[in-house]
């Protein structure tokens, strides 16, 4: 299985609400990503995961809120956002070498969120 | 901070025409390289990358890129492209921190292959 998976694939939710993201994959990698897409734009990394610790925190406001319960998992928690927060959001996975050499990552198709 | 250009935003070609789309990266250390296609409608897909060795890469699909460091340069290449090819291309920079791999993407290259 060499696939990232995540739900839900669209999300509208108001300011106010509180809603999370999930992202899984089977392929016993230890590393996992969140990045933010805007229309026409690259992917930002927003998180990184090694280890089911944080590791890398992109300055990301805190109305967003990582969390990875166990090696397979990573959700993002999102709490009174903004509408210029619309974006999709791409999780990914990869491998991490006990030398810490460089790996490719693999992509989820995404969540596309709107914030009314 | 590490960064990459992508110089063409939009680019259109027929059928069979060969292309090459420009990245270059602003990084003084040890770089490693990818470039991703994002194709309408699906997730960011994997092209082909460059950690050392031949600097020549060969990736899917009949793609290639050149690695040159004295240019910063790491070039995508294909000798005839199809209507298939049509696309979003990103070019990549992974960086080796203490805490983590952190992928910095080029803005893109929004790619039009015409019948």
């Known amino acids: 299985d060499t696939e990232v998976t995540q739900t839900p694939k669209h999300l509208v939710m108001g300011m106010t609400n509180k809603k999370s993201l999930k992202c899984e994959q089977h392929?016993?990698?230890?590393?996992m990503y969140w990045y933010k897409q805007k229309a026409k734009k690259p992917p930002e990394l927003m998180f990184v995961?090694?280890?089911?610790?944080?590791?890398i925190n992109e300055s990301v406001p805190s109305r967003f809120s990582p969390e990875c319960p166990n090696s397979s998992l990573l959700n993002l928690h999102l709490h009174a956002l903004q509408p210029e927060d619309s974006a999709l959001y791409l999780c990914?996975?990869?491998?991490?070498?006990?030398?810490?050499?460089?790996?490719?990552?693999?992509f989820g198709p995404g969540t596309r969120l709107t914030v009314l | 901070a590490q960064s990459v250009s992508q110089h063409n935003h939009h680019v259109i070609l027929s059928e069979a025409a060969s292309l090459e789309l420009g990245c270059n990266y602003s990084?003084?250390?040890?770089?490693?390289l990818f470039w991703y296609v994002q194709y309408p409608g699906q997730h960011l897909q994997l092209l082909l990358k460059?950690?050392?060795?031949?600097?020549l890469v060969k990736g899917i699909k009949g793609f290639e890129a050149e690695f040159i460091k004295s240019k910063f340069s790491f070039n995508l290449r294909k000798p005839s492209v199809q209507w298939s090819d049509t696309a979003e291309y990103f070019c990549?920079?992974?960086?080796?921190?203490?805490?983590?791999?952190?992928?910095?993407f080029g803005t893109g290259t929004q790619l039009k292959v015409e019948l």
């Open positions: 990914a996975s990869s491998q991490v070498t006990l030398a810490g050499g460089p790996l490719e990552q693999f």
């Open positions: 392929m016993g990698h230890r590393a």
């Open positions: 995961y090694s280890y089911e610790k944080l590791s």
């Open positions: 990084y003084g250390g040890t770089v490693n």
């Open positions: 460059y950690f050392s060795g031949d600097p």
């Open positions: 990549a920079v992974l960086i080796l921190t203490g805490g983590g791999n952190k992928l910095t």
